[in-house]
């Protein structure tokens, strides 16, 4: 085979592979017809039928190019912020405490925060050895933002943190009174405080109660006085 015969074949080759549509036009037309007419087509009949069929695929293959706009391609969602919890005291050290968190360890240290998940979870705490508070508390995330257009990435959602201190007047965090959280008390006594639409979100119902009407039920995580 001529060598000018076969650059003629490496470089439609090429041209078929651009995605150009001059390119395609070209490899489509004049090339096709110059390689036809060459002497190694005349000479090679049975080459003529491969060669055309590989012109048909390649003209079928570029006529199935799809020019997607990317105002419709949205990007990834946003990370799902993390959830923080702890506890703490202010005046007298509590004399026990225990929650079913399965994220907060035996013996947890008071003031210091630990990555939780998001969920419903009981406790109980002992200010005296007669006397404690129980109840549940909830704890929410704040979720990613959805993509934007152009595939932009959603923002992601800011990290909440709660630090519930086991007051002998029940469950508080610092600085509640100045946010628009709501608390009120039921006819049973139970109190509920919501953080619903402030920083971190939160919900709490607990309930005062004495070892003499309703005995303690768990095993405490943490015992620091003798009860």
Known sequence: MPHSDIGQLVVYGFLLLKKNFLFVLLAHG??????LNSKMMKKN??????????????I??????????????YGPNGLDGKAWFGIDFDQDVPYSYWDD???MPTDPFYGEYYRTTPGLYHFEYFVTPYEYWYGTYEIYINYGQPGGPHGQPGADGDDSYLLLV?????FYFENWEECSCRAYQLPD?????????????????????SVANRPAQHVPKLTNKPI
Do not use: H
């Not at 293959?61 to 419709?72: A, H, K, L, M, P």
């Open 189 to 209: 006594s139970t109190w509920i405080i919501e953080g619903q639409s402030v920083q971190p979100m939160f919900r709490v119902e607990m309930k005062k109660a």
């Open 166 to 170: 086991c007051n002998p007047d029940g």
């Open 30 to 35: 004049l090339l096709p017809w110059m390689i």
């Open 101 to 103: 968190n399965p994220n």
């Open 60 to 73: 079928s293959w570029s006529s199935c190019i799809i020019i997607e706009d990317d105002s419709s391609y």
């Open 45 to 58: 009949y049975f080459i003529r039928p491969l060669f055309l069929l590989f012109t048909l695929l390649s």
